[in-house]
């Protein structure tokens, strides 16, 4: 599978950004579909996560404020960030566990995208 984020920016406190991630190849089915932020300094953090049943987990720090979806026919999943605040400022990363077809098979395994930048100042 290949992972490519994007809608990431410089917006000021307060304000909105709408992350994307689009999933591409023999995929059978995306099982859990989510976004992880990487601080400078910090350690990557999970962010908020959906199944495919439509179940979502968002992290204490962004609740109320960051929503996940998906696209299940596009294979694609979105974080709307709204009430953004300086901390956060990261570098955020799509994630999938997905079910490739592999030949004959079928193979199970976690993938990630090559992140977007999120910088919230004024």
């Known amino acids: 599978v290949q992972l490519q984020a994007s809608g990431g920016g410089l917006v000021q406190p307060g304000g909105s950004l709408r992350l994307s991630c689009v999933a591409s190849?023999?995929?059978?089915?995306?099982?859990?579909m989510g976004w992880y932020r990487q601080a400078p300094g910090k350690q990557r953090e999970l962010v908020a996560t959906?199944?495919?049943?439509?179940?979502?987990y968002n992290a204490e720090s962004v609740k109320g404020r960051f929503t996940i979806s998906r696209d299940n026919a596009k294979n694609t999943w979105y974080l709307q960030m709204d009430s953004l605040k300086p901390e956060d400022t990261a570098v955020y990363y799509c994630?999938?566990?997905?079910?490739?077809?592999?030949?004959?098979?079928?193979?199970?395994?976690?993938?990630w995208g090559q992140g977007t930048l999120v910088t919230v100042s004024s």
């Open positions: 994630n999938c566990d997905a079910t490739m077809v592999a030949g004959t098979s079928l193979t199970r395994n976690g993938y």
């Open positions: 190849g023999s995929i059978f089915s995306i099982n859990v």
């Open positions: 959906i199944t495919s049943g439509g179940v979502m």
